[in-house]
């Protein structure tokens, strides 16, 4: 089926920002009693932070100096007071230590329920969304965006936080020691925030463009991965890589362009940051000489040399959260867009199903149906009334498409005016060409996509009406391409029943004749399938996928190509088992090996999405049409 490009993700506007992290903090609140315990221990290590620089003041002022001049000096006051600041600082270590801890819990707790919403709604999703979404794309939702939230929630907040409160307290003891220091270095911080803002600036842009260019990159990598063997079969390894580089380039452009102001940020705030600290030395110095009065919320006093070594130290305290600040918005940008394509997926329309009627075990009884709990292999429609009452239908497997129009797109359409009918029990079998809409019929049925027009009705009631997980869980798909899960065999088995039990699984393995083959696994239906069944055959995988749909037991089955990848004489054995699992049961088969469908009720022969002929495969062959050209060799069918 074509993939659908769909357009890349284009500037945020602040709304776009807000809502994002609005939505962000409804998902970190849930740690409200940890992101408390996390203020408070932020707030302590900026005390103690701005204490350390302070304390430097009082100990050249009261402690240092005073010694320097004493005959015979008594260290004993500033052994208490150095004791008393080391349990000070170790109690701002201990803070920063536990808060960086509780982060990453709330970090991972965050990610583990943002991951669980994303995977619950993507099973919402209809079959659209992942025909126009490359497999690469949407897993690159699951590492590279979480990956940057994990940056953000687990180091940048918290760093951004610890940033802003340890500015407030380090502005208010810069101005308990001089105000004239002060105002010089706010007038320099604010030529620092300028050139901060234009760096970012110039960067921030960028980000979203990286992410998408990373998820282009991700899902061109998994296709290839996937297709490799394809690849190489055609010699197609130089055009492959060539469409990589292209694509690599663009991720490299953009990551550069996103990084390249990001990376020089830090370097220019730290030297930006050592200019001041010589600056303040000097100026310090010159109003200290100079005499001249110091202004502070203590106070007018005079400039002392402690008072400068202390303001200096405090200058840094003041300079570096600016400078992580500022390091850390490379990090916010690019996680508010990963975020934001994570909530695109979440705010991905779900699968619509206004159907009411449901799918019941059923019982006869006194020859009327009545719902109950256990299986008993019959099963019954359940309408519910507007009055309160119910009625049931027997599920006979009647299928009826009146005059189906429908189109992947809608002004590019696939199927005109079809109408077939599927009595209880028959077999019906669709040939064409490729493209000719044999699977989009199947695709209808099972409602993965809804009809532009017409109707399609089972035993009579309108499938719109059904709910569609009843209505697919009476229907059992084996399709072309097959998939298999990593687990054992047995386990793949139960895949569509998963309260069979282990005979129920290996009575059906062997309806299909794929038990011989099972038990000659190293450890039989015990075996261990990884990477989809890759140390199986293509026939042996088809094997299971068959004896899976036998284990769901459905009253309707489907078969897509079911016996494409077994070679000829393994197919006639498969074909005896599946007959015996077709048996009472209504059948729709989609074969380009036309033997397999000699002995169908009905043929449908499709031709650019049109029924053009007809029949049972004798009736066919007297008329000498498409059919018959076909099953000659008159023409190839693809």
């Known amino acids: 089926m074509m993939k659908m490009k769909m357009p890349a993700g284009g500037s945020r506007g602040p709304k776009s920002v807000k809502g994002t992290v609005r939505r962000l903090m409804s998902y970190v609140g849930a740690y409200r009693w940890r992101l408390a315990a996390v203020v408070l221990c932020i707030l302590i290590s900026a005390v103690v932070s701005v204490l350390s620089s302070l304390f430097l003041q009082t100990l050249i002022d009261d402690y240092i100096t005073p010694l320097l001049a004493a005959a015979v000096p008594d260290f004993s006051g500033l052994l208490r007071t150095v004791l008393m600041m080391g349990c000070v600082f170790l109690g701002g270590v201990l803070c920063g230590y536990l808060y960086n801890r509780l982060m990453v819990v709330v970090a991972q707790g965050v990610l583990k329920r943002i991951r669980d919403d994303m995977f619950a709604h993507m099973q919402t999703l209809p079959v659209r969304y992942f025909d126009a979404h490359s497999h690469g794309e949407v897993m690159s939702h699951y590492t590279n965006d979480t990956d940057t939230l994990r940056q953000m ?17 380090v502005l208010c003891a810069m101005l308990s020691v001089s105000l004239w220091l002060t105002l010089f270095v706010l007038a320099y911080a604010a030529m620092m925030m300028t050139v901060t803002k234009k760096l970012s600036g110039k960067s921030g842009k960028y ?11 991700n899902g061109y990598i998994e296709e290839m991965v996937n297709g490799q063997r394809v690849v190489k079969v055609f010699c197609h390894e130089n055009k492959t890589v060539e469409e990589f580089v292209k694509k690599n380039d663009e991720l490299c452009q953009n990551a550069t362009a996103a990084n390249k102001f990001a990376n020089i940020l830090m370097p220019v705030m730290n030297n930006m940051g050592h200019a001041l600290y010589v600056l303040l030395a000097v100026i310090g110095a010159a109003l200290g000489l100079a005499g001249v009065a110091n ?15 202390s303001f200096m130290t405090l200058s840094r305290s003041f300079v570096m959260p600016l400078s992580q600040v500022s390091q850390q918005l490379a990090s916010i940008i690019m996680a508010l867009a990963g975020a934001e394509r994570i909530f695109t997926l979440m705010d991905e329309e779900s699968e619509r199903d206004e159907g009411y009627v449901t799918l019941v075990n059923a019982a006869q009884e006194d020859g009327k149906l009545r719902e109950v709990t256990e299986h008993t292999g019959l099963w019954a429609w359940k309408h519910p009334h507007h009055e309160g009452s119910v009625s049931y239908t027997p599920l006979t497997g009647d299928i009826v498409l009146d005059d189906v129009d429908f189109g992947y797109e809608k002004d590019k359409p696939v199927l005109h005016n079809v109408s077939l009918y599927a009595k209880p029990g028959q077999k019906i079998a669709f040939v064409g060409a490729t493209g000719a809409g044999k699977t ?24 719109n009406k059904i709910k569609k997980d009843d209505l697919r869980r009476s229907l059992g798909v084996v399709l072309q391409d097959v998939n298999l899960f990593t687990g054992t065999v047995m386990e793949n088995l139960r895949y569509g029943k998963l309260d069979a039990t282990d005979e129920e699984c290996i009575a059906a393995a062997k309806r299909v004749n794929a038990d011989g083959f099972i038990r000659m696994l190293p450890k039989g239906y015990d075996t261990l399938l990884t990477g989809d069944g890759s140390g199986l055959s293509q026939g042996q995988r088809q094997l299971i996928s068959i004896a899976r749909a036998a284990v769901a037991d459905p009253p309707v089955m489907i078969l897509d190509e079911a016996t494409s990848s077994i070679d000829t004489r393994t197919e006639a054995i498969v074909q005896k088992g599946m007959d015996a699992l077709m048996h009472g049961r209504t059948v729709f088969v989609i074969a380009h090996r036309l033997s397999t469908v000699r002995n169908a009720d009905a043929i449908m022969v499709l031709d650019h999405g049109r029924i053009i002929e007809r029949g049972d495969h004798q009736s066919l062959i007297k008329q000498r049409g498409t059919y018959y050209r076909l099953y000659t060799g008159a023409f190839e069918l693809e």
């Open 153 to 169: 929630i687990a180091q940048a907040l918290p760093q951004v936080f610890s940033s802003v409160i340890t500015i407030v307290a």
């Open 295 to 309: 202004v502070s919320l203590a106070g007018v006093n005079v400039l002392t040399l402690g008072m400068i070594a």
């Open 207 to 217: 980000f979203m463009h990286q992410q998408q260019s990373l998820a282009d990159v």
């Open 440 to 463: 989009t019929i199947t695709n209808l049925i099972n409602r993965f996509y809804d009809i532009a027009d017409g109707k399609i009705r089972y035993d009579g009631i309108n499938i």
